[in-house]
């Protein structure tokens, strides 16, 4: 049986500062709106970063990207009204598998898969019984 979490969605408009000189969304831009997209998939699960960078689950911890694999199918526009979906594929000892996928309406404009790992005082961690617990509130089986 595979592990399925619910697809968090943010919203997100094109703004003149998220274009190149084509009037085409920049490819840094993408990961900028994912960046968001997983904060607010952690605030809408009560984790406050700050907090948890300040102690909340015992030591100081915080996420890192270690790996992102990104597929760029179609560009996006300045005034786009975009929709980042970001789900959890796989939960491990110290690292979180997610998907993110930018859409236009039903139309894939970008997808990745992105590992974040819990990391504290510059080394991975496990993450803390009550971190991990929000995580698995998702989980379906």
């Not at 085409?24 to 970063?49: C, I, K, N, P, W």
């Amino acid at each position: 049986m595979t592990n399925v979490f619910i697809p968090h969605r943010t919203p997100v408009r094109v703004y003149y500062e998220d274009t190149d000189f084509s009037g085409l969304v920049y490819h840094a831009s993408y990961l900028r709106f994912m960046e968001r997209a997983r904060t607010e998939m952690l605030r809408a699960l009560g984790l406050d970063q700050r907090a948890l960078l300040d102690g909340a689950a015992g030591a100081p911890i915080f996420f890192v990207v270690r790996s992102m694999d990104i597929d760029f199918r179609r560009p996006a526009t300045m005034d786009d009204l975009l929709t980042v979906e970001t789900e959890a594929l796989d939960l491990g000892g110290a690292s979180l598998l997610l998907e993110q996928r930018v859409l236009r309406q039903a139309e894939l404009l970008v997808s990745a898969k992105v590992t974040i790992v819990c990391v504290e005082a510059g080394r991975a961690r496990r993450l803390p019984p009550e971190v991990r617990a929000k995580f698995e509130r998702l989980l379906q089986i």
